[in-house]
């Protein structure tokens, strides 16, 4: 089970072991909003209730830039871990294919690795369209590309527990959280 560390004005930030959030609470740089009831931590001097969020006392400045990269993790999450051109999700791939990231227009003719430029791809796919357009090779992705919100981003591969999702919901909104595939 990993912890919700949400920023001193309570904006989810990310998912942190248990761990790290009882050493941030123990070193006075956070403090538990919300415990499992049932279970705490025990050590030779300390006994706290197992956090599963903790907020920061001092307020962190998130830069714009770090929230928009687009990684692989995110891509696949955000096109459903589906490939857009033929539509087959990571368990139906054969052996040796995996998920890849395409470039609608390639890197080579002068593309670049935004969101409005990228979408997964099977291996087969990546490979049979290779550094055409889709015009050019008539493979047009499903979905249109787009840039997600930061809220998909950051937890679209995280589960969520029924508290955390709270908090989500308060920060961002149920549609925030209906994105996401959780309950609202």
Known sequence: M????????FEPLTMVPVRRALRLV?????EIVEADADDCVRSERLSLPRPAIIRLVKFIH????FRRQVTNT???????YRCQYC????GELRHRE???RDH????????DNEWGNVVTACSSCNTRKGNFLPAE???????????PHFVHLSWAVRRLSAAQEKYIRLFYGDDALRALGGTA
């Open 137 to 147: 090779c008539g493979m047009y992705p499903l979905i249109p590309p787009r840039e």
């Open 104 to 111: 609608l227009t390639p890197l080579s003719r002068g593309g």
């Open 62 to 65: 998130v830069p714009r830039r």
């Open 2 to 9: 990993r912890c919700l560390a949400l920023n001193a004005s």
């Open 87 to 90: 539509h087959r999700g990571q």
């Open 26 to 30: 123990i070193e006075g740089k956070a």
């Open 98 to 100: 995996c998920l890849t």
């Open 74 to 80: 995110f891509l696949f999450a955000r096109d459903s």
